[in-house]
Every structure is written in C-alpha cells, then in structure tokens.
C-alpha cells in the first residue's frame, strides 16, 4: 500500500535539466516542490561525457556533474526529492491531482511534467558501454568533438539526415549506414545529403557491433549485410545515433493530447496543456531543439505559470 504525502503546491516529474530548474523556480517562489526524479536521475545528461554548449562554462563541465549541480542548487532553496518513478495519476478530475508511485501518493494543485524524450538506439551492448564515448545520439551535442575525424550516421530518417549534414560542419568525412535502399527521410532532406561531398553511403547494412574503449574511443564497426549476412568491418572514429527519439510520455496517453509522435502539446508561447495546473516543459513536448538549455528554459517558463496560475487561484493563501 502506498505511503500518503503531505498535499504539495506542486509536484514535479523528472529531473533533468528542465526539472531541475522548475524545482529551482518554484522552490525561490516558497511553493515547496516536490521532485519525484523518475528511472534515470538527471536525465539523458548523466549519460553524456563533455558538455560544452550550457552557458556559464568556460571550458565545458562533465554532464553528470552539471545535474549534480543542478540538483543542489534547487535543493538549497526548498525543493524535496524523492527517488522514485510515477506510475498513475489522476489528473482528470480537478484539483488536487494525485500522484501514485510505487512506494508512495500525494495531492497536489499543481503538476509540472519534465519526463524528457530518449534517443532510440540499437540495443547492442557496446553502444551503452560506449555512449559518450565515441557513440553519441545527439551531433548538437557532441559534433564539436569530432572536428576532422570520419564518421557514422546509422538510419534512415529526416533524423540521420539532419545529423549527418549538421556533422559535416566538423567531421572530414560523414558516412550514412541503413539497412535499406528505401528512406523515411523526406525527399527534401535527402536530396541535400546525396548533394553533400562529405557525405558517403553504405546501404543494406546493420551494425552488429561497436569497436572500442573508453579510454581511447571507437575506431570501428562490425556491419552486417542485410542481403547476403555477410560481415565487415568499417574504420570509423565515431557513431551517432540517428533512429529518432522517444517522448516518454506512456504515462499520460488518454489524459493529455499529444501529436502524432508522442510529445505532449503545450498553448503557444507557454508551457500550459488543456488541463489547467498542468505544464509540460523540456524534452518531452520538444521535437525540435532537444538541447539542455532549451529544456531548462521551459522548465523556468514551467515554474513561472505555475506560479502565476496558483496565485490566481489564491494558493497559496
């Protein structure tokens, strides 16, 4: 049996960067939040090696490091965080909500959803073992540190196109891996990468395994042919992951709209869902821009109508 709560202003759900700043926020503005931090504590960052795109870091900071950071900071003025994934809520039926996990429930007025999206990838062990370490699902993110190196994009999407074109900007050399003949990809993006002199192609292939350490990075890969099973090895000196992403929003299906892949529609220039007390911030309604600072924006954005929502409301009193 689940474990009751105190009723809360607000709760929180997920802790990455845009979690962690509506806890930030929300906790400077005497709301007293509740974090409930989800499966992986820091989100997608505390798998990522170097980060050197977040304002405020000269000489970059470990991703980890930076949700450490993070989490603190919020922690220092209030917030409250709880270890532990949402499994059920009630958000239909007006105010307080209720949030059930495994080990506990607790009432609240309001409800920020932070859960973020996860990189599809291949589920093979040496591309989790490998990840920030020359296997990367996100060339924004990491394409700096390939400046001059060769290359792979694997998939077959306007999300491998998009990544492969953005990486020749560093790479010497960007060579696209699909298992097909046939793209998803839309003609439009496509046909830039095919006009792309950085650009090469090895088609009717899939990568059975990722060559490499941590301490000295990839420099292969182990492709399968996918008409006549036979293996080869590729040179490469990194892999980035271009099958898409997934909004985790399992969650919410039947209680909140979402487009057609998943991510949850917010209003127009703010972070409301149709569900009054009930923002969306981060990742997890961001098909577009996917990046860190963008997320911890939504979140401060999260915080703010949330607060002023409350207030309109007369809570607290």
Known sequence: MSKSLNERYVVIL???????????????????????????????LTITTDVENFP??????????????????AERFGAEFIMD????????HGFPFTVRTREFEVKTQSLIIATGASAKLLGIPSEKELMGYGVSACATCDGFFFRDKEIAV??????????????????????????????????VMLERARNNPKIQWL???TIEEILGTKEKGVHGVI???????????????????????????????????MDENGYLKVQPFSTRTVI????AA????????????????????????????????????
């Not at 405020?56 to 900071?73: A, S, V």
């Not at 994934?85 to 239909?92: F, P, T």
């Not at 998009?162 to 020749?168: D, G, M, N, Q, V």
């Open 14 to 44: 997920g802790s990455g960067p845009a979690g962690l700043t509506a806890a930030l926020y929300t906790a400077r503005a005497n709301l007293k939040p509740l974090v409930f931090e989800g499966p992986q504590p820091g989100g997608q």
């Open 56 to 73: 405020g870091f000269e000489h970059g900071i470990l991703g980890p490091e930076l949700m450490d950071t993070m989490h603190r900071q």
């Open 85 to 92: 994934e949402v499994i059920d809520l009630d958000i239909e």
């Open 154 to 187: 694997v998939g077959g999407g306007d999300t491998a196109m998009e990544e492969a074109i953005f990486l020749t900007k560093f790479a010497s050399k960007v060579t696209i891996i699909h298992r097909r003949e046939v793209f998803r990809a839309s003609k």
């Open 203 to 205: 088609l009717n292939y």
């Open 223 to 257: 492709l399968k042919n996918t008409k006549d099973h036979s293996t080869i090895e590729y040179p490469i000196q990194g892999l980035f992951i271009g099958i898409g992403h997934q909004p985790n929003t399992s969650l919410f299906n039947g209680k909140l709209p």
């Open 276 to 279: 009054q007390g009930v923002y």
């Open 282 to 317: 981060g990742d997890v309604a961001d098909h577009v821009y996917r990046q860190a600072v963008t997320a911890a924006g939504t979140g401060c954005m999260a915080a703010i109508d949330c607060e002023r929502d409350l207030a309109a409301r007369g809570i607290p009193e």
